[in-house]
């Protein structure tokens, strides 16, 4: 039988969607998630437009974003996760999930003046496909937060047995392979922050060159501006 990422990328995160709740909350408000909206919000505003979490797990991030008075979308290609994520729609908040495919997004162009995607380009067959869809969907001049995994982050041992030549759903990328990959492909970094596992402090990140604060990441984030048409 051939393999099918689309189809085992969904299987495997509907298997990995009760663990991945447990820990969610404490990933976005103490864990390796907890400056990812700080960031977001320093470039985009509620009153900009719409926002869209691409691959929004649980929709914690996304819940968290529109308490703070943004309307957002959320997607994610395992049903199980969407279940969950539906759970926190409360009314009062412009909050709105669906299943759907990261690289056939159901939206028109340009609808969307913010975009968050946090850890998952990797986990798509093509990257370039995903962020280019993401920048269909985004406004001209509009602002995307995308999080790579470091080099030093424990998922990454999901594409281990890639090297013994099995299927696997991690296409992992070296943030300097995806800084390279955005600015050939219509955006701008304008903003870009480090996450580091506990024991790495931000005077010792700080000493060094961008360089080596990427390859001593957990998790990299980029700030994106889409030039403009």
Known sequence: MS??????????WNSMSDRWQQNSEEMWERGSRK????LFTKHVDATNGPILDAGCGDGYG?????SQGFNVSGIDLSDEMVKKASSRMKEGLALQFMQADVVRLPFDDGIFAGIL???CLEWIESPLAGLLELKRVLLSGGVACIGILGPTAAPRQHSYQRLYGKNVICNGMMPWEFARLVEEN????????????????????????????????FMWLF????DRD
Not at 3 to 12: D, G
Not at 62 to 66: E, F, R, S, V
Not at 187 to 205: N, P, W
Not at 223 to 226: E, F, N, P, Q, S
């Open 3 to 12: 393999f099918e990422w689309h189809k085992e990328s969904h299987l495997q």
């Open 223 to 226: 700030v994106l501006r889409k």
């Open 117 to 119: 995607s946090i850890n």
């Open 186 to 217: 219509g955006f701008l970094i304008i903003d870009q922050e480090g996450v580091y596992k506990r024991g790495v402090t931000d005077r010792m990140a700080g000493a060094l060159s961008l360089e080596l604060r990427q390859a001593l990441s």
């Open 35 to 38: 400056t990812i909206l700080p």
């Open 62 to 66: 996304a819940w968290k974003l529109a």
